[in-house]
């Protein structure tokens, strides 16, 4: 049997699958999981998709202790037709591998990892919910396994991919947020780990977020860790702002996280020929765009959300209120052609969706 | 039966103990742990003394994906008359605490948690090893078990100590290494972790450790995150210079973190009155006093190696050869003194050591 073909146990006691008004984010899984193991011997070895089940890890390992861990999110949709895709799965897996490389941890075979992940989907394919906004989210994951408590990459990992049905991130329709600039949190900074979708980063932003939740704001817009001047981006999403009808995104500088969404988004703008650049952009020059009633929108962009209007963006002390608080025009079409080349209502221009189930 | 009492279950099957010279560090683990629950009704309960086992954890677990938690290091000693003794386990405790307010995790009573490493300790007395130099290392950590996607602090969490035998850290006595000042990555900034003793910020060191290592360097020397011009920590240590005859460490500004030996030092050099300043240095200024020959010694600090002289400093293509490549005075009469307390050889008139057996 080569290395490569995926040994499948399946799963004989499935769960009950929650109702879709019940599902929220992240809170039920599937009844399948994919693994694979890696050692220095054989590399990446054993793939198999058994029945989801706890992971079984030595107290030493190093995950637990040194964070050498990377992950993905993209998300699998069902479409009118019932068919079930992905949306460009080639950029979480190439992503996937530059987090690998800042992580000191082994490369995976793209390629493949897209395959096993269709296989999963597949198999799990009665787990994409069908209600308008739902989805199935895919979350790949490498965690560091040899039990060691010397500070070096570890000589062994898993690569898991885990499953689960979320619903509908807006209820009732896009709707903007309330966001605050944070001053004294600083989320990532050039020539650490901000570039890579690694465990560390999240960590460091949980006292920030809890902090403007106690004060009613939905995220934190970070500002970059050197100057506390430039806009980096807003929660866990990249950021957008439309200045006298121009869009604007901070450039990437190692410590902004390189967005699908956000590459989407600035394809789908240039697609459009509505301009598109991405800068350096300041604070500072904001509020004097906002001053001057430049300041047309502001929007991040995400898997989790796809795009998530600001309508109020707090700064020390002065609230800017964005588009009367409304969801912009922009905003709102990338929207909906986003999600209606996800769910397939809408042409696929770039061939962005990869089909699971015909 | 208390909340607070620690059960108790016996490894029926004790494993054969590693010889001292094969010890080295944390690759050998005892035969029981300290595991405790949280969770928000109860607080923290459950504490139990069990086989050390596998961790069983929803593949899901936060700490898996947003890698919230924290972690101490701290030793036992046997001392030549069969004692067997902590060394400043308060100030790790109180270290761990701090830590959990960064990362948003539940405080530990940190009376009742030096209480458990001394039950835990005392029940696996037997694997402090004797030989000159070797101890047992403390690893207490706290990792997030709730099963979520969502970047939130965890609802359940597990406290765990276990227990590694190692080795001398210096097998010909102490010895001076090579360190590479570190210009492209960065370990901390000020407002992200680098205070707290967290995964991420080891996570990030990874790569920056890997590079220097195949220059043949043995540790990096971090420089600050926001202007790369001064001097945090050097690897996973404190770093000290004696400069004309007044030693001078980094002052603690929020990324760098406050070592409990760092701690020791400063308190031994001002009861021998030999100067010490904590206060911001660049490289330029180290390399101009360098230049003038007043760097006369520089070293770290840390639980594993004590004190670790540097006897090179590369820094922009400039080699810097400290104290002809030797070990300074003032390290030595660190390293003797500490260690002597440690093993309870010299006597102890900060009352630094904890006895855990009479």
Known sequence: MSEYTITYIKNEKPKEKPKSDQLSFGKYFTDHMFIQDYNA????HNPRIVPYQ?????????????????????KAYRTKRDKIQLFRPDKN???LNRSNDRLCIPRIDEEYAIDAIK??????????????????????????TEPYLGVAPSATYQFIVILSPVGAYYEEGINPVKIAVENQFVRAVKGGTGEAKTAGNYASSLKAQEQVADEGYAQVLWLDGVEKKYIEEVGSMNVFFKINGEVVTPALNGSILEGVTRNSVIQLLEYWEIPVVERKISMEELYEHYQNGELEEAFGSG????????G?????????????????????????????IQYGSEKDPFNWTVKVKY
């Not at 706890?54 to 993209?74: K, R």
């Not at 994409?128 to 965690?143: C, Q």
């Not at 969801?327 to 929207?335: D, M, N, P, S, V």
């Open 41 to 44: 011997d054989k590399g990446w």
């Open 93 to 95: 897996m190439e992503r």
């Open 312 to 340: 109020e963006l707090a700064w020390e002390g002065k609230k800017m209120e964005i588009n009367n608080g409304k969801t912009g025009e922009i905003a709102k079409r990338l929207y909906d052609t986003l999600t209606g």
């Open 303 to 310: 898997t989790a959300a796809v795009i998530s209007p600001v």
């Open 54 to 74: 706890p992971l079984v890890l030595d107290p030493a390992a190093i995950v637990f202790h040194y964070g050498q861990t990377v992950f993905e999110g993209l």
């Open 119 to 144: 296989h999963l989907v597949h198999i799990d394919q009665d787990w994409v919910p069908d209600a308008p906004g739902t989805s199935l989210y895919i979350r790949p994951f490498i965690i560091s």
